[in-house]
């Protein structure tokens, strides 16, 4: 008969299996540490890469993106709402100053133009008809004039005659005083006439140079419809190539809208662009080094601008070669930005192993194993990164990704 077991015995039981379910998980641990750590402490020499430290020159960079552009290019504008006629160039054909490019549809404005035609030759019709009627009204005006002239002197000569009979009193004073009535009437006529004449001339050159102004702003608007015109038949301003152009046959086109560029390849600039975190280290003639195609073409900042853009500043670069053989339009390139110069240091090739930091742990290797140095980062570049501490030239020092090993003091490299 079974008996049933003391609460002692049970308890004990109980901890001796929590005891090994616990050690389960620790040893997992320890193996796994223990084999990575046999690993780590070798590495293949295939998979790393080193560089040898030496004394040189080096100029303390950041980097910025930039595009290479034509230094100048001619975006041509449609003058007049429109549509695509004709296409006479494509892109990539050369152009030369003042040949067309393309040609919109002049319908509309040829419309225009011919009643532009049509109303000047009205208004100079009307200038010619205010020129007769001025003519004939200051003839007509003349001639009453000279008339009441006449009058005046007669009417005059009668008064002396009253005077002459009344002194020798061949007259009366009544008739002295009509003649004299007459000669204040004749005399007010004529300058009534002469300030009417005044009037009219002024009257009619106030006419004329109105009118000659309404001829001059629609001779103004012919020569602006007939400058339309022409534009209307994109024409390059210089010599180039065509580096676009709108090739949709039919399509309507906008005022101001881009039909066609023409670029001269004579010539380059780079257009930069940097984080706004480096503004203080941007300055307008500061020293730039562009690479493309492996190659460095020196330069400095022409402008800066002056707003920032999602966290972006923009630059423009001005070659010291603008006309370099390796310059092509829209060619991207790296550039870098001099803030520092050292003619003299330490340095070693830029690789994984340098992550911006000043003080670093490098591996130098010492025949078959990498040995662990203290060491300080300088200036540095794309390039390059001046190293000071427990390093010397001629080092040969790994420029890898070691972080895995920097807490060993020396890491075996197999072969």
């Known amino acids: 008969m079974d008996r049933e077991l003391a609460p002692e015995v049970i308890q004990r039981a109980r901890r001796r299996g929590y005891g090994i379910i616990a050690s389960i998980p620790i040893g997992l641990s320890l193996a796994l540490w223990a084999f990575s750590a046999l690993i780590s402490r070798s590495v293949d020499r295939a998979d790393l890469r080193t560089a040898v430290a030496e004394m040189g020159p080096l100029e303390a960079t950041i980097t910025a993106s930039g595009v290479v552009l034509p230094e100048f290019e001619q975006a041509i504008t449609s003058p007049i709402p429109s549509r695509l006629d004709t296409v006479y160039l494509r892109s990539g054909d050369t152009v030369q100053a003042g040949q067309a490019i393309l040609c919109l549809d002049r319908a509309s404005i040829q419309l225009s133009y011919t009643r532009l035609l049509n109303e000047l030759a009205l208004l100079r019709n009307e200038r010619e008809r205010l020129d007769l009627e001025s003519q004939q009204q200051r003839a007509e005006l003349k001639t009453q004039y000279d008339v009441k002239e006449m009058q005046v002197r007669f009417v005059s000569s009668q008064l002396e005659r009253e005077r002459q009979l ?173 803030t520092a110069s050292k003619p003299n240091v330490l340095r070693v090739k830029n690789g994984p192993f340098y992550d911006g930091l000043m003080e670093h742990k490098v591996f130098v290797v010492r025949g078959s194993k990498a040995v662990r140095r ?31 090993y920097l807490n060993m003091s020396e890491v075996s490299i197999s072969d």
């Open 166 to 338: 009344l002194k020798i009193g061949g007259s009366t004073r009544e008739g002295l005083d009509r003649a004299e009535l007459n000669a204040a009437i004749t005399g007010k006529e004529l300058e009534q006439l002469a300030e009417r004449l005044r009037n009219q001339e002024a009257t009619l050159t106030a006419n004329r140079q109105a009118l000659d102004l309404r001829i001059e702003i629609q001779e103004n608007g012919i020569e602006e419809t007939r400058r339309l015109m022409t534009l209307a038949e994109a024409r390059a301003d210089r010599d180039g190539i065509v580096t676009w152009v709108n090739e949709n046959i039919g399509a309507s086109i906008g005022p101001g809208e881009v039909i066609a560029r023409v670029a001269d390849l004579s010539g380059f600039r780079v257009e930069a662009k940097i984080s706004d975190i480096h503004a203080d280290k941007l300055v307008c003639g500061g020293l730039v080094r562009v690479r493309i195609n492996n190659r460095d073409l020196p330069g400095h900042i022409a402008s800066i601008a002056p707003t920032v853009q999602n966290g972006v500043m923009t630059f423009q670069v001005q070659l010291d070669d603008k006309a370099d053989k390796a310059l092509r339009p829209n060619l991207r390139a790296d550039v870098f930005v001099v």
């Open 374 to 404: 203290e060491a300080t980062a300088g200036a540095s570049n794309f390039d390059y990164v001046e190293l000071q501490g427990d390093i010397k030239a001629g080092d040969e020092v790994i420029i890898s990704d070691m972080k895995s």
